[in-house]
């Protein structure tokens, strides 16, 4: 076997969102990975509909669509 060919395989502990812990081997980077959805929790698994915006983007999205809103306002009582 090479050596520094394979990626460092070691014991990670996994943190679900309901604080259960599970110890498992991998080559995570972190020795603890800690979960925002899973499957306890995750929408499609639960039947419950929420909304799942860990990382801001429908903010992002409706600043921007605000943005191009400006520009399509058509000008009223303009003849021609």
Known sequence: MKKNL???YHQVEIV???GTIYHTRSCYKSDRMVLE???KSHPFFTGKQMLV???GRVERFNKRFEKT???KT???GKEE
């Open 16 to 18: 679900m969102t309901d």
């Open 69 to 71: 809103k400006a520009f």
């Open 53 to 55: 915006d860990t990382a």
């Open 37 to 39: 959805i899973d499957s």
């Open 6 to 8: 394979h990626p460092y």
């Open 74 to 76: 058509p000008a009223v």
